[in-house]
């Protein structure tokens, strides 16, 4: 009995930042939405401004609740800039915790509260932060024919006119790597076999529409794409086979000793312009990320396991 409430407490270990987060999420929402009213007949940067201000407040919070309270060891890899600068934020996708990744490398350059993100379209319903992510300059997207890349065009322009910092974080596989879902992969496998692309084991194969459009329209506006590859410790079971990525949940009951972060900085002039060659581009960035997490993986030397080489 004395081990089993042991083990309960110890599984809820989330209840407190949780409630934190979630307690503090309807104050910050008026707080943002009285200066929204406020700022209505002012120019647009200076709305900005303040609203990336009170989004480096929260989000500095939730950080200190995914790094301090679950002491996390959070291991970068490459080339991160000391300073902030106007990027898109290319990633693998495993899991929500991966958003907050996104977060642990802006707050390294001082740029937290740049950080918007492009999301698939069903996410708008989240209470209270899906309609706060599309004010905070966040896009959402329908996928394939439904693709809307004149709205979201638009929605960048926007941004740009309004000089709006910008630390876009997109995941172009569209959906989350998930070997609990083997149809899934199966199915991004065969699509790269039937368009003549690379077949990736530990990643789905990319979509370029949403990354093209925010490159094409941006281009004169960003400084460099960041291309970043995320793997989370103990995410491999007793056969060596991949698990499920950590949920929020379970990352906050500190279930991940380790976050590895490879960061490759890719300068606008070497990304190809035209959409069919950029998707050749994209895969090939993500047949780098594959590598990576093969030797992360499966090194066949137990010691170059949970660990990134340069590939």
């Known amino acids: 009995m004395l081990l089993s409430l042991v083990l309960h407490t110890y599984s809820m270990r989330y209840v407190l930042p949780a409630a934190v987060m979630m307690g503090t999420a309807p104050t910050y929402v008026l707080a943002w939405g009285a200066w929204r009213l406020l700022s209505a007949v002012l120019p647009a940067r200076f709305y900005r401004?303040?609203?990336?201000?009170?989004?480096?407040?929260?989000?500095?919070?939730?950080?200190?609740?995914?790094?301090?309270?679950?002491?996390v060891q959070v291991i970068i890899y490459g080339d991160l800039p000391k300073n902030k600068e106007n990027v898109i934020y290319l990633s693998n996708h495993q899991c929500t915790v991966d958003w907050i990744v996104a977060d642990m490398l802006a707050i390294r350059q001082n740029a937290l509260g740049h950080v918007r993100y492009v999301l698939k379209d069903g996410l708008k319903w989240l209470p209270l932060y899906g309609w706060y992510f599309s004010q905070h300059g966040g896009v959402y997207v329908k996928r394939s024919a439904k693709f809307n890349e004149k709205e979201m065009r638009e929605k960048l322009r926007a941004q740009m006119k309004a000089e709006t910092p910008m630390y876009l974080v997109i995941f172009p596989e569209g959906t989350r790597y998930n070997p609990e879902i083997p149809k899934v992969i199966a199915d991004s496998q065969s699509f790269a076999e039937k368009e003549g692309l690379a077949i990736l084991k530990h990643v789905l194969t990319p979509r370029v529409k949403a990354t093209h459009v925010a490159i094409d329209t941006m281009k004169d506006y960003l400084d460099a794409v960041?291309?970043?590859?995320?793997?989370?410790?103990?995410?491999?079971?007793?056969?060596?086979?991949?698990?499920?990525?950590?949920?929020?949940?379970?990352?906050?009951?500190?279930?991940?000793?380790?976050?590895?972060?490879?960061?490759?900085?890719?300068?606008?002039?070497?990304?190809?312009?035209?959409?069919?060659?950029?998707?050749?581009?994209?895969?090939?960035?993500?047949?780098?990320?594959?590598?990576?997490?093969?030797?992360?993986?499966?090194?066949?030397?137990s010691k170059r396991r949970n660990k990134f080489d340069e590939v």
């Not at 303040?50 to 301090?68: A, C, G, P, W």
């Not at 989370?232 to 060596?240: A, C, M, N, S």
């Not at 300068?267 to 035209?274: A, N």
């Open 226 to 301: 960041y291309d970043v590859t995320v793997a989370y410790e103990g995410t491999v079971d007793h056969k060596g086979q991949r698990k499920l990525a950590p949920s929020m949940t379970e990352f906050l009951c500190k279930e991940c000793p380790r976050v590895h972060i490879f960061i490759d900085r890719i300068e606008l002039k070497d990304i190809p312009e035209e959409q069919m060659y950029m998707r050749r581009w994209l895969h090939e960035r993500f047949e780098i990320k594959d590598k990576l997490l093969i030797e992360f993986y499966d090194a066949k030397d």
């Open 49 to 71: 401004e303040v609203d990336d201000r009170l989004y480096t407040i929260y989000q500095s919070m939730v950080l200190f609740f995914f790094e301090n309270y679950t002491g």
